[in-house]
């Protein structure tokens, strides 16, 4: 069933809040990054933050509703806005991974991981590991790192080659990171504990 | 025509309240930096924040309002307050490239950047020139850097000399970032995204 | 005698506020880390943070009660929350050092620190060595590094084996810090100090 | 003439609402630090943030009253709370450059730069220079670093010999910043600039 204007603003409401978050750590410079909440799955539906605006200062109705190739979906009762471009790869990380939120910024460290390791970051015995669902011994993780495009099936195809069940995040090489969980909360602590991974391997390469 | 008191303190509370987000970033440490609206067109009039204050504490009054050459212009009902000598050079920025807003502040990434490359900071292939207008992909980016000096008409012939149209940026060396756009909003975006890339590419120089 | 419910919900209010203030800080990313508060010391009773929250936004009833060993103890009207598996090693850290306050958390400067000082960090001649009790000049620190450890008997070995009754602070290597002090506000300072001197540590090798 | 309770609380508010400032920017760590402000200047007297307190959390009443020496002094309507010992060096501070107002903080710049630069840290050709009263170009500034100490007779012949009347800041290796103003918002200002230019200092090494 499609999602109901309530859901969707509700949503939005989640979005803005946890984009205000994001900007306030500087991991959304500019208009930068997008989030993204499934808000039916089947269809295919997401909630994305609106394109070009201040990730610090939107609100609930900041938001375009997409489905699964990233196309702008209509729902009664919410003014159609135009999808970043991106909201194509967020709904294919939706659907492949069954993530329920998807979180995609920029933060400096995974553009200089990926530099510094453009074929995967690799991480091994560290506790924060946990946080993002793996072992904190004896568990090597491969953080994917891919090519950046601005053609988003293209973008997919790579994410999806690359993508690794067990890891929920992938780093765009010259680009940003995206990353993923059930929720939005869970999304924000893999983000984070993603980012505190990445900062900890460049500070001591 | 000539900008009103009312225009003129609708200009002075945005800035107060942009130089306020800039400072908490550390950007204007001191009172360092300043920011300009343009007010008028024709004949060019600038509000500029005020020399010598807290850069975290103005309040909308606490403006100058110049004309080209950063000379000091009398509006109706406005207090005349001395401009910093800085506001011959946001003057020429805003007649030279048209913006509508200027943000000079004083980030240590972009001073760092300016040292390690005192011909123009080179940058390539990243998302991030996307928030400057630019491509992110196969287009060459040289921020230009100038010479820091005290005579404002020394500083903007260097402007001139080194201004790229495509660049909505320049460092000035040793001294600081001068970034501007179509209103304060787009400026403060070019800022933050000029501020991403100096700091990426110092990391990974 | 056993702790009340009003004694544990004051000290479960004490430690979200603190908890909040390391998170903002950034050393409690993802759901990462935990405090504790001695609520009663014969028989010995912790109230710690419950595991698997955002350390940002704990309430005061978002706490675990535990005995010696991280065993939960049952608190009349308090709701029994799964305790972290850490709780077992608040507990022995409070056994042993006699702290009435214990944090445990995952900042960067610690974890590289352990990285590159394996046997220990030593640190002498800086005035913030009396921010954890110990002498400004000509009194040499050494802050133990322990091998992490799922297991927190076996931890909790390398931790007794290792403590330094003259240093607060113990590094889990690969993992994070654990600080301790008379209460809560001590502990703070403790961590804040230790964290300043691992970060000067690191930026003068 | 002797201040009064009430020109003795002021600058307690001032004092505190100014540590929670530092405190905030991680200036201020553990308890450590002090700021004080010349409430009169013959007899002088200082009003000096309390020791062993939290710099983020000081109420006005939270100071001690020195003379000269860093003796306390009683003021009448003021419950005396124990000067820190460097309380001593804040009068002297006051009495030699005549400021009106002292900072003491713990950067980690300052500590960094007096490792690296023992013996002073030059400054040369910096915009920022005008911040601390000296200029942009040709004008060489040394900061002065004078080796830690407990005394504080000793600490303040040390400051006396290396104080330089145009260098409105003193480093102490192994212990933090000194910087001084006419009030506390230049005292502020001061010290904001020194910290800029002591890391753009050490980021260009």
Request: hydrophobic fraction near 45%; aromatic fraction near 4%; charge should be negative.
């Amino acid at each position: 069933m499609s999602p109901t204007a309530g859901e969707v603003l509700g949503a939005g409401a989640r979005l803005a809040a946890e984009a205000a978050r994001f900007a306030a750590l500087g991991w959304m410079r500019g208009t930068s990054g997008n989030l993204s909440e499934v808000v039916s799955r089947d269809p295919l539906r997401l909630a994305v933050t609106a394109s070009g605006l201040d990730k610090g200062e939107l609100s609930a109705a900041d938001l375009a509703v997409v489905g699964p190739a990233g196309d702008p979906v209509e729902v009664e009762g919410i003014a159609p806005l135009r999808p970043s471009a991106e909201a194509g790869l967020h709904a294919r990380v939706a659907a492949l991974t069954g993530a329920g939120a998807v979180v995609h910024v920029h933060t400096l460290s995974a553009v200089v991981a990926g530099a510094h390791w453009p074929g995967g970051v690799r991480l091994r015995d560290l506790e924060t590991l946990k946080g993002i669902g793996r072992g904190a011994h004896d568990d090597e993780v491969l953080v994917p790192v891919i090519p950046n495009s601005q053609d988003m099936a293209e973008l997919g195809d790579r994410f999806e080659a690359a993508y690794d069940p067990g890891v929920p995040a992938v780093i765009v090489a010259s680009h940003g990171l995206y990353a993923w969980g059930d929720d939005l909360l869970r999304a924000r602590h893999v983000t984070e504990c993603v980012d505190w991974l990445l900062a900890y391997r460049i500070a001591t390469r």
